[in-house]
């Protein structure tokens, strides 16, 4: 028996995959788009659809934070906002210290809720206290978790991707039905011994598992692989008393080190990617990795500006991330797009504004292995939608698509999710 068929009718449809749709509508049935294309045409073509007219809006496909941590949601304004990189851990791991294991729930619950408002679909979320997986598996958004290892001991490379192993195991007997993929996420290169790497490389190439690795992120982490030497060596290492052995410093770029130990070979989804050079961006394209851009924790950590236009002319693949709210404003991932913009455009590399709405869907999408699903308005796809309100516009612009993307762009207009009324 035939469900009925939902007609989403609003002032634009932006499919991404398509030109912009004015007096617009996409029609849904079980949960995916059957159809997408005027008003007029599809209440003709489905004259019996129960129509949600969303009025002075924009449809949008649903967004995605491809880089997320939502058991640090309650971290805001536990962390100041004015230290570097490696200064900036101290007291995130002395906040998270405090915290219990149903703390970190609680916060992942609140972030799940924050990205939803914020008319996200999909997530790349880094697990590190096995605490956001409950909430995002009943949130019913789509996304990859990536389970954390860290340690930078090469005796325990074995025991530690055994321990990744067993939890990928464990999730996917209890969450079998879920929307969710379940991955592994070596901390850093600096964080993460070699074998280790190498081994979980190996492991998820071979079995098809999804990896994200933080890379390529802060200064200090480059002079590190360079000589071992740095805020790295000075406070991290000598503080969590951990041995400076020689192998640490391959006197090599990040990019180059991942590429070298096969991760890169596993086209892993690579957090941050900022402090990179043509080499390093011509790797990654030739791993067809992609890149999880997050801008505004980029900046607030000071960690520098990704080289967008020698990414973009390299064709790797990119996405956005917002990163935790320990180092990020919030979980808005448009937030990220309209900040990429203003960054971007100071050196020149302003990315225009069908290119931001493409990153934050499409790209983000296609980074977590998901662009036959989500990522744009297309029929097969799932009905997964953001919408914007056009009220802060005027009537002109209201009519017109470029001033509507434009408005994106500068940050005036933001994605949500449906309203209520229309699920
Ligand atoms: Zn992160």
């Known amino acids: 028996m035939r469900t009925q068929v939902t007609l989403y009718t609003a002032r634009y449809v932006f499919p991404v995959s398509a030109a912009p749709i004015a007096n617009g509508a996409v029609a849904a049935e079980d949960g995916r788009i059957v159809a997408v294309g005027t008003a007029a045409d599809l209440r003709e073509r489905f004259p019996g659809g ?34 570097p990189f490696v200064e900036w851990t101290y007291p995130l791991v002395r906040y998270s210290r405090t915290r219990s294991p149903e703390d970190f729930e609680r916060a992942a619950y609140a972030g799940v809720e924050l990205l939803r408002a914020s008319g996200t679909v999909a997530v790349g979320e880094i697990c590190t206290f096995g605490r956001s997986v409950r909430p995002l598996v009943a949130s019913g958004l789509y996304g990859t978790i990536y389970y954390e290892l860290l340690s930078p001991d090469p005796a325990r490379a074995a025991e530690l991707l055994r321990e990744g192993q067993q939890q990928i195991e464990r999730w996917r007997s209890e969450y079998p039905q879920s929307r969710i993929r379940f991955g592994l ?45 740095g805020p790295i060596a000075d406070l991290m290492y000598a503080g969590a008393g951990w041995p400076l052995h020689p192998e640490r410093a391959p006197g090599i770029s990040p990019m180059a080190y991942l590429d070298e130990l096969g991760v890169l070979a596993s086209r892993p989804l690579l ?26 924790s980029n900046t607030r950590l000071r960690c520098g500006r990704m080289p967008y236009a020698l990414y973009r002319a390299a064709g790797v693949r990119l996405a956005l991330g917002s990163d935790s709210l320990a180092s990020s404003p919030s979980l808005a991932v448009w937030d990220d797009a309209v900040d990429a913009h203003a960054l971007h455009a100071q050196v020149g590399e302003t990315p225009t504004s069908t290119d931001l709405l493409r990153l934050a869907t499409l790209g983000g999408a296609d ?28 009537a002109a612009e209201q009519n017109d698509a470029e001033s509507v993307l434009a408005a994106l762009a500068d940050g005036r207009l933001a994605p949500e999710a449906l309203p209520a009324t229309s699920s």
Do not use: M, Y
């Open 185 to 229: 996420s070596p901390h850093t290169p600096f964080t993460v011994s070699a074998e280790l790497l190498r081994a979980v490389a190996e492991w998820c190439s071979a079995e098809d598992v999804p990896l994200t690795i933080h890379a390529a992120e802060s200064p200090a982490e480059s002079q590190f692989l360079r000589d071992a030497t």
């Open 271 to 296: 957090a941050h990617g900022i402090q990179v050079d043509a080499d390093d961006v011509a790797r990654i394209a030739r791993a067809d990795a992609a890149v999880a851009h997050c801008p505004r």
């Open 367 to 394: 980074a977590l292995g998901l662009s036959d699903q989500l990522g744009t308005l297309e029929p097969g796809k799932r009905a997964a939608l953001a919408c914007v309100s056009l009220a802060a516009l005027s």
């Open 50 to 83: 129960h129509v949600v007219d969303l009025g002075a809006r924009a449809l949008l496909p649903g967004l995605v934070n491809a880089h997320t941590h939502l058991e640090l949601t309650h971290h805001a304004g536990h962390v100041p906002e004015d230290l």
